[in-house]
């Protein structure tokens, strides 16, 4: 009797430690990462007092802009770092970049250090944006491994918190700081970066085990994300009605933060199912379990082979882990990549010209924040729904991503003609579908990319795979849309008699304005649609087969070692105290 509360104790302990080193509190982990992983969608908020602070024209202030998104989507440095380092040391890595970069550009706007020149503004806003992708790296590619058979599920949830975070930021911002934007690059500098440093060993790949009720958890965790955004939304309203004082943004950010660790009760609650299903003490330091590959085919009695044949026609079947080479000069990655180009690009420009968009058809200011609101919304639903969607529909219909995809890019075309040829209120449902098809075809491309190429090098072709979409944003905005829209605005001022001399901006009002531009962004997304297409065609036998197959085989390999690994220590347990008896 006097023996039970240390025994208590101590499964008390081992319990935590269980939970601590679940792949599920690993997953609750990777969500708050990736809720603080969204800095770069503030830069409208604070953009302002960077430019007023250090006397920066709009030309100065779009450079820095340019540059913040060339960090952003520059993700190859933390996918190279995460093959040959620990996931811990990716995540450390860009924690220190998150807080270097913003907190220079911090001291800079306050003037607590001589004003830096340009390039070093530059220098700073692309280290801070570019820590993002260490998030990415450390957090989504790792959850995606430790969940393989439900990595589009995986990918919807993680980029939905990613949409939802400069949202979060910005409540936490107003509650801490109230309404002083450049302590907002303050928060933007430590928030982050003390997160990734609380949960840097959480994070790490695990043994594979698919549990009966996975994806019923993964729906929970939904509903608890889709509950956060639809508060957000409403606070943002309420807040934009009414003004709100400094309790009641307290009160709000309570809420949000309370709806962001429900995800981590739901943690424990499965952890104890399989406490009580195996509830032998954790080993802290124990290993996870590698398996010996089964040999495959096509590798047994492999003769020597040069670089090129190795590269370009000795390449593993769908679904095996191809080379980092393999995979990039790969007529699938190439067809993808086109595809990413049109799409993405075009939903970017679009995005980045929606508030001038607004103003050319006549809407009020507060009409436009409205089509801003409407985008980053259904921008996040876009992201949840590509990724539950296309899963279920893969699991029970093997209906496959790529046809998803095709049929988002194909709703983007329709969206971006409502803008071409507007009628009425059609910019509002422009918005949405504009904003869904931007969201929904970010998890389908990084699924596609895990599924066809492997997840032993995803961490650096997950990063490449979002490198077309800058290049993408480059042309269509800056060399097709920008260029054509001062075009028609030139031509108002010559019906008007005026010369480009006596105004200080060009502005164009009328239907006129984007017209011709977003027909060429629609024709450019409906290409990218039939090359989606064709990316159907040629993986139509690979996605009719049982593509999370071997994931199932390794799990059972690995279910077994430790069952026998268990029964023989519980032999070698039942003879020590055997001997000690006697």
Same mark, same amino acid.
């Given at each position: 009797?006097?023996?039970?509360?240390?025994?208590?104790?101590?499964?008390?302990?081992?319990?935590?430690?269980?939970?601590?080193?679940?792949?599920?509190?690993?997953?609750?982990?990777?969500?708050? !990462?990736?809720?603080?992983?969204?800095?770069?969608?503030?830069?409208?908020?604070?953009?302002?007092?960077?430019?007023?602070?250090?006397?920066?024209?709009?030309?100065?202030?779009?450079?820095?802009?340019?540059?913040?998104?060339?960090?952003?989507?520059?993700?190859?440095?933390?996918?190279?770092?995460?093959?040959?380092?620990?996931?811990?040391?990716?995540?450390?890595?860009?924690?220190?970049?998150?807080?270097?970069?913003?907190?220079?550009?911090?001291?800079?706007?306050?003037?607590?250090?001589?004003?830096?020149?340009?390039?070093?503004?530059?220098?700073?806003?692309?280290?801070?944006?570019?820590?993002?992708? +260490?998030?990415?790296?450390?957090?989504?590619?790792?959850?995606?491994?430790?969940?393989?058979?439900?990595?589009?599920?995986?990918?919807?949830?993680?980029?939905? +918190?990613?949409?939802?975070?400069?949202? !979060?930021?910005?409540?936490?911002?107003?509650?801490?700081?109230?309404?002083?934007?450049?302590?907002?690059?303050?928060?933007?500098?430590?928030?982050?970066?003390?997160?990734?440093?609380?949960?840097?060993?959480?994070?790490?790949?695990?043994?594979?085990?698919?549990?009966?009720?996975?994806?019923?958890?993964?729906?929970?965790?939904?509903?608890?994300?889709?509950?956060?955004?639809?508060?957000?939304?409403?606070?943002?309203?309420?807040?934009?009605?009414?003004?709100?004082?400094?309790?009641?943004?307290?009160?709000?950010?309570?809420?949000?933060?309370?709806?962001?660790?429900?995800?981590? +009760?739901?943690?424990?609650?499965?952890?104890?199912?399989?406490?009580?299903?195996?509830?032998?003490?954790?080993?802290?330091?124990?290993?996870?379990?590698?398996?010996?590959?089964?040999?495959?085919?096509?590798?047994?009695?492999?003769?020597?082979?040069?670089?090129?044949?190795?590269?370009?026609?000795?390449?593993?079947?769908?679904?095996?882990?191809?080379? =980092?080479?393999?995979?990039?000069?790969?007529?699938?990655?190439?067809?993808?990549?086109?595809?990413?180009?049109?799409?993405?690009?075009?939903?970017?420009?679009?995005?980045?010209?929606?508030?001038?968009?607004?103003?050319?058809?006549?809407?009020?200011?507060?009409?436009?924040?409205?089509?801003?609101?409407?985008?980053?919304?259904?921008?996040?639903?876009?992201?949840?729904?590509?990724?539950?969607?296309?899963?279920?529909?893969?699991?029970?219909?093997?209906?496959?991503?790529?046809?998803?995809?095709?049929?988002?890019?194909?709703?983007?075309?329709?969206?971006?003609?409502? =803008?071409?040829?507007?009628?009425?209120?059609?910019?509002?449902?422009?918005?949405?579908?504009?904003?869904?098809?931007?969201?929904?075809?970010?998890?389908?491309?990084?699924?596609? !990319?895990?599924?066809?190429?492997?997840?032993?090098?995803?961490?650096?072709?997950?990063?490449?795979?979002?490198?077309?979409?800058?290049?993408?944003?480059?042309?269509?905005?800056?060399?097709?849309?920008?260029?054509?829209?001062?075009?028609?605005?030139?031509?108002?001022?010559?019906?008007?008699?005026?010369?480009?001399?006596?105004?200080?901006?060009?502005?164009?009002?009328?239907?006129?304005?984007?017209?011709?531009?977003?027909?060429?962004?629609?024709?450019?997304?409906? +290409?990218?649609?039939?090359?989606?297409?064709?990316?159907?065609?040629?993986?139509?036998?690979?996605?009719?087969?049982?593509?999370?197959?071997?994931?199932?085989?390794?799990?059972?390999?690995?279910?077994?070692?430790?069952?026998?690994?268990?029964?023989?220590?519980?032999?070698?347990?039942?003879?020590?105290?055997?001997?000690?008896?006697?």
């Amino acid at each position: 009797m006097g023996t039970e509360p240390p025994i208590t104790t101590a499964r008390s302990f081992h319990f935590a430690v269980q939970v601590v080193r679940g792949r599920w509190f690993s997953l609750f982990a990777s969500f708050l !990462i990736m809720a603080g992983a969204g800095a770069t969608y503030l830069f409208a908020v604070y953009s302002k007092d960077i430019k007023s602070s250090l006397g920066y024209d709009q030309t100065t202030l779009n450079l820095l802009g340019f540059f913040k998104d060339l960090g952003a989507n520059i993700g190859v440095l933390s996918g190279l770092i995460s093959e040959v380092t620990p996931t811990w040391a990716v995540l450390l890595i860009g924690s220190a970049m998150n807080f270097f970069g913003y907190f220079m550009i911090y001291l800079s706007v306050t003037g607590k250090i001589h004003k830096p020149k340009v390039w070093q503004m530059c220098m700073y806003i692309c280290i801070g944006a570019n820590s993002q992708n +260490f998030a990415n790296t450390g957090a989504l590619v790792t959850s995606v491994k430790n969940f393989p058979e439900s990595r589009g599920v995986m990918l919807g949830l993680l980029k939905g +918190f990613t949409g939802l975070s400069g949202a !979060i930021m910005t409540q936490v911002y107003l509650a801490v700081y109230g309404n002083d934007s450049k302590s907002l690059i303050l928060l933007i500098a430590w928030l982050p970066a003390a997160i990734s440093v609380v949960f840097v060993y959480t994070i790490r790949p695990m043994k594979v085990v698919r549990q009966p009720n996975e994806l019923r958890i993964f729906y929970e965790f939904l509903y608890v994300s889709i509950a956060l955004a639809l508060f957000i939304m409403a606070m943002t309203i309420c807040q934009k009605l009414v003004a709100f004082p400094q309790a009641g943004y307290a009160v709000s950010v309570t809420v949000v933060c309370a709806l962001l660790f429900v995800p981590l +009760f739901i943690a424990i609650r499965e952890e104890l199912v399989l406490w009580k299903q195996n509830p032998k003490p954790t080993n802290p330091n124990s290993e996870i379990l590698e398996l010996e590959p089964k040999p495959k085919p096509w590798l047994e009695n492999k003769p020597k082979t040069t670089c090129f044949q190795d590269i370009f026609l000795n390449k593993p079947e769908r679904g095996e882990d191809y080379t =980092i080479l393999q995979a990039l000069l790969s007529t699938d990655m190439m067809i993808l990549f086109f595809a990413t180009f049109c799409g993405l690009g075009s939903s970017l420009t679009a995005v980045d010209n929606l508030g001038q968009i607004g103003e050319s058809l006549g809407y009020p200011t507060k009409t436009i924040k409205t089509f801003v609101s409407l985008l980053s919304i259904w921008n996040y639903f876009g992201r949840i729904f590509s990724g539950f969607a296309s899963e279920t529909l893969l699991s029970k219909y093997k209906f496959p991503r790529t046809l998803m995809m095709t049929l988002v890019l194909f709703l983007s075309c329709f969206g971006l003609l409502l =803008i071409a040829f507007p009628i009425p209120g059609s910019v509002y449902i422009a918005s949405v579908i504009i904003g869904f098809s931007f969201g929904a075809q970010l998890p389908l491309i990084f699924a596609i !990319i895990s599924e066809l190429f492997g997840l032993k090098h995803y961490a650096t072709l997950f990063n490449c795979g979002q490198l077309v979409s800058p290049l993408g944003s480059y042309i269509l905005n800056v060399k097709v849309t920008g260029p054509l829209y001062d075009m028609e605005a030139l031509k108002d001022l010559k019906r008007k008699g005026m010369n480009r001399s006596s105004v200080k901006e060009l502005t164009c009002i009328g239907v006129h304005c984007y017209r011709l531009a977003f027909v060429i962004l629609a024709v450019v997304t409906f +290409f990218g649609a039939l090359a989606s297409l064709i990316l159907v065609v040629r993986t139509r036998e690979f996605y009719k087969g049982d593509i999370y197959k071997k994931f199932r085989e390794v799990g059972e390999e690995a279910d077994h070692t430790e069952v026998d690994g268990s029964q023989a220590k519980g032999k070698a347990v039942e003879d020590e105290e055997e001997g000690h008896v006697k």
